[in-house]
C-alpha cells in the first residue's frame, strides 16, 4: 500500500470555531470521499499536524495510468486548498518567490508555512503553493504533472515533475527555486513524456467509474 504523507498547516479539527484546523480538516474530508471513488479501501491517517494518506491501488507497479493521474491530482489539489484555508488566516505569508527557501527533494508534501519552515522543498509542494497564491489573487492556475513511464525512464519507475499553469502561461517553481537544468532534462529528451491537466482528467474518470 502506498503512503504519501502531507505536513499540514495546523491540526485539523471538527470543530468550526477552531477556524484554520476546521477548514484543514474540511479539505481532507473531500479529498478521502474523492479517493474513495477510486479505491473503497483509501484511508487517511491524522498525526498530529500531518495527514498520512494509504493508497491501495494507486502508484503500485500494477496500477493504470488513470488510476495513478486522479490519486496525484486529487492530491495536490488538495495541498492548493489547504494553502488557501492557511493563507487566509495568515496573510503575511512571504510570497514564495521572494523567500530564500530553496528546491530540494523530499519525500513529504509541505504545507505553505511547513515549506517555509524547513526552507526547501520539491516540485509537489512549491507548484502548490504557487498555484494558492493565484487562487488567492482571484486568478485562474492549476497544478500540471507531467510522468514518463518506466520503461521509458532510465530509472525504470514513473517519474513525475508538477508544473504550475497559471494567467501568465507555464511556471516550473521548482527552477525558480534553485533546481539543476539537467535534473529533469529527460523530460524534454523524450517525445513520450505526457502531461496530464485536472480538468481534463477527473471527469473523465468519474463517468465510467460511476
Given at each position: 500500500m502506498h503512503q504519501i504523507e502531507i505536513a499540514l498547516p495546523c491540526v485539523p479539527s471538527p470543530d468550526p470555531s477552531s477556524g484554520e484546523g476546521f477548514a484543514v480538516r474540511a479539505c481532507l474530508?473531500?479529498?478521502?470521499?474523492?479517493l474513495r471513488k477510486l479505491s473503497?479501501?483509501?484511508?487517511?491517517?491524522?498525526d498530529g499536524d500531518s495527514a498520512v494518506i494509504s493508497?491501495?491501488?494507486?502508484?503500485?507497479?500494477?496500477?493504470?495510468?488513470?488510476?495513478?493521474?486522479?490519486?496525484?491530482?486529487?492530491?495536490?489539489?488538495?495541498?492548493?486548498r489547504v494553502n488557501v484555508c492557511h493563507r487566509r488566516v495568515h496573510p503575511e505569508t512571504?510570497?514564495?518567490y521572494s523567500h530564500p527557501l530553496r528546491y530540494d527533494r523530499t519525500s513529504i508534501w509541505d504545507a505553505s508555512n511547513r515549506l517555509r519552515n524547513r526552507n526547501h522543498g520539491d516540485c509537489k509542494s512549491l507548484s502548490c503553493d504557487r498555484v494558492a497564491e493565484y487562487w488567492l489573487a482571484g486568478q485562474d492556475a492549476e497544478a500540471v504533472f507531467r510522468f514518463?513511464?518506466?520503461?521509458?525512464?532510465?530509472?525504470?519507475?514513473?517519474q513525475y515533475h508538477i508544473l504550475v499553469n497559471g494567467?501568465?502561461?507555464?511556471?516550473?517553481?521548482s527552477k525558480a527555486k534553485g533546481m539543476l537544468e539537467h535534473e529533469n532534462s529527460y523530460f524534454s529528451q523524450s517525445p513520450?513524456?505526457?502531461?496530464l491537466t485536472?480538468?481534463?482528467r477527473l471527469p473523465q474518470f468519474f463517468a465510467r467509474a460511476a
Amino acid at each position: 500500500m502506498h503512503q504519501i504523507e502531507i505536513a499540514l498547516p495546523c491540526v485539523p479539527s471538527p470543530d468550526p470555531s477552531s477556524g484554520e484546523g476546521f477548514a484543514v480538516r474540511a479539505c481532507l474530508v473531500k479529498l478521502l470521499g474523492d479517493l474513495r471513488k477510486l479505491s473503497s479501501g483509501t484511508r487517511i491517517r491524522i498525526d498530529g499536524d500531518s495527514a498520512v494518506i494509504s493508497l491501495p491501488t494507486a502508484f503500485h507497479s500494477s496500477s493504470s495510468l488513470d488510476e495513478n493521474a486522479v490519486a496525484l491530482n486529487l492530491i495536490l489539489d488538495c495541498l492548493c486548498r489547504v494553502n488557501v484555508c492557511h493563507r487566509r488566516v495568515h496573510p503575511e505569508t512571504v510570497p514564495l518567490y521572494s523567500h530564500p527557501l530553496r528546491y530540494d527533494r523530499t519525500s513529504i508534501w509541505d504545507a505553505s508555512n511547513r515549506l517555509r519552515n524547513r526552507n526547501h522543498g520539491d516540485c509537489k509542494s512549491l507548484s502548490c503553493d504557487r498555484v494558492a497564491e493565484y487562487w488567492l489573487a482571484g486568478q485562474d492556475a492549476e497544478a500540471v504533472f507531467r510522468f514518463l513511464p518506466p520503461d521509458q525512464n532510465p530509472r525504470g519507475q514513473f517519474q513525475y515533475h508538477i508544473l504550475v499553469n497559471g494567467p501568465y502561461g507555464w511556471e516550473d517553481p521548482s527552477k525558480a527555486k534553485g533546481m539543476l537544468e539537467h535534473e529533469n532534462s529527460y523530460f524534454s529528451q523524450s517525445p513520450g513524456a505526457e502531461l496530464l491537466t485536472l480538468p481534463r482528467r477527473l471527469p473523465q474518470f468519474f463517468a465510467r467509474a460511476a
